[in-house]
């Protein structure tokens, strides 16, 4: 199945030593799932920045629903980075959720969750659909001889999966990360040549989050 950036996103946060998707990872995912929805909408001609706000392009709605969501709201008007990664983020979970479920990767459980720091009540239903995508982020940290050489779409995963949370050790542990930090620096650079603002807007929403212990979606 050919994955959309916010779909990968998510199934970055599986941890398979765990068999779960862990609560520590699920923490600020709906603020990397709307960016990732905003590089897929540039990447496909679909919407544009100038560094500081973001506008449509064209007549036609996305064919994915979640990207259509977000590609409508920029139809009233130029948006800055930061409200667009932010304010919606609570909201960002559910309609990707429903697309992994609805091709089979994933299933929600019967029941309910007694507390948010048990995890999360979906369980990965086909590991390889996340076991590829933690594979092609690991590959491009970890064995790209010059990350600039990598296009943008490529670039995207990792530092969107990675940026401002080292919790995200499922995909690369701390050690690994120290390891390849020129890597990740080179990575990030890329990043923002090519979508200057999305990065910084990311990691702010995160740390204002994380200051007020919010960022659950």
């Not at 540039?42 to 007549?59: F, S």
Request: with cysteine; aromatic share 6%.
């Amino acid at each position: 199945m050919d994955l959309t950036l916010p779909q990968q996103i998510y199934l970055c946060a599986y941890a398979f030593e765990k068999n779960k998707f862990p609560a520590t990872l699920l923490q600020f995912r709906g603020q990397r799932l709307r960016a990732a929805a905003l590089v897929e909408l540039i990447l496909a001609g679909q919407a544009e920045a100038d560094g500081r706000q973001v506008r449509p392009l064209g007549d036609l709605p996305p064919t994915d629903p979640f990207l259509a969501s977000v590609w409508e709201e920029l139809r009233a008007g130029p948006k800055r980075w930061m409200p667009l990664v932010h304010n919606a983020a609570h909201k960002a979970e559910k309609p990707v959720e429903d697309q992994l479920m609805a091709a089979g990767i994933v299933e929600k459980k019967a029941g309910r969750t007694l507390s948010l720091l048990t995890g999360s009540k979906v369980v990965l239903r086909r590991e390889e659909e996340a076991l590829a995508v933690q594979q092609a982020l690991r590959t491009r940290v970890t064995t790209t001889p010059d990350p600039s050489s990598l296009p943008l779409a490529q670039v995207a995963l990792p530092v969107i999966a990675l940026e401002s949370d080292a919790t995200m050790g499922v995909v690369l542990d701390r050690p690994e990360r120290r390891k390849y930090k020129r890597t990740l620096e080179e990575l990030a650079r890329t990043f923002d040549r090519g979508i200057p603002g999305l990065r910084k807007a990311l990691s702010n929403s995160v740390l204002s989050s994380r200051s007020v212990g919010g960022g659950w979606s």
